[in-house]
């Protein structure tokens, strides 16, 4: 499977440093797990709910990795990433599913596109194209053939078409939403508040309904001034300080791979499993 990071120069890895994009990371979780099959292995094997903080950093490693390691430090973070979903299975779905996996890394890359262009947007057609084909990586290292990639932006706009509309919110899927914008730590609502309300602005408004998010006249007012807002300033901030989760997180890879603890479980973690998991868990006990 080919995990090679993009080049140096990639538009993919000017739209990837940028800690903007980041704003897009409960657009992204919300569109995987409306996916029934996507949102119930969430539901019924994710421990997002406790460790909310450690699956950011686990996916923050993921994507930076692959796309700013070494070819040999994504290549271990693809196989440390596939290892851990091989158990992932249950009634229905099928974490290595390469369907599920395109749409997983077919959210990251809407999701960094979409704030890219709404904080920074100074990328031209063709470099838009190039950073889409080097988004490929995403998919092929989580273990997707790499022809369920869209050749092309105009392939992909219309595969996410096709796949949004088809996308059915389960209970399942409500539970983790509430789960994921609703944390038992008072530290971390603040953050889940602000990822929550940027992710309903930028969701279709069916979706968003169905996820129960709530949303009117107002609240879009203040989205678009906050996008407004966004776009006059971060652009001027130094580049330093817009690249320095990505620094810091290349950094901990690197700390983390040295004492070999990518992805290591914490003492005493068990698995969540609810649902037809735990039913399957008990039957085999």
């Not at 508040?193 to 930028?202: D, T």
């Amino acid at each position: 499977m080919d995990t090679l990071p993009p080049p140096e120069d990639s538009a993919l890895r000017r739209v990837s440093r940028e800690a903007a994009v980041l704003g897009g990371a409960g657009y992204a979780i919300l569109l995987q797990v409306a996916h029934p099959a996507v949102g119930q292995g969430v539901h019924d094997h994710s421990d997002f709910a406790s460790r909310p903080l450690d699956r950011l950093r686990g996916t923050l490693t993921f994507v930076y990795g692959v796309v700013f390691g070494t070819p040999a430090e994504a290549a271990r973070i693809s196989a440390i990433v596939r290892a851990l979903h091989t158990r992932v299975t249950g009634p229905g779905y099928r974490a290595l599913d390469p369907q599920l996996l395109l749409w997983v890394a077919a959210t990251l890359y809407r999701a960094a596109e979409t704030v890219y262009d709404l904080a920074v947007g100074d990328l031209t057609d063709a470099e838009k194209d190039e950073a889409y084909a080097h988004s490929a990586v995403l998919a092929t290292a989580l273990g997707c053939p790499p022809e369920y990639w869209p050749p092309s932006r105009a392939d992909f706009d219309r595969y996410w078409a096709r796949t949004v509309a088809s996308l059915r919110v389960t209970p399942a899927a409500r539970t983790v939403v509430r789960e994921l914008l609703h944390p038992a730590s008072p530290l971390l609502r603040p953050a889940a508040r602000v990822q929550g309300f940027v992710a309903a602005g930028l969701l279709p408004p069916g979706l968003r309904e169905e996820l129960g998010l709530a949303w009117d006249a107002r609240r879009q007012r203040h989205f678009d001034r906050m996008c407004a807002l966004v776009r006059a300033v971060y652009p001027r901030l130094p580049l330093r300080l817009r690249t320095s989760v990505r620094d810091a997180l290349l950094w901990d890879i690197r700390r983390r791979t040295a004492r070999n603890r990518l992805y290591r479980r914490p003492r005493g973690w068990r698995p969540v499993l609810r649902g037809a998991a735990a039913e399957a868990r008990q039957r085999s006990a």
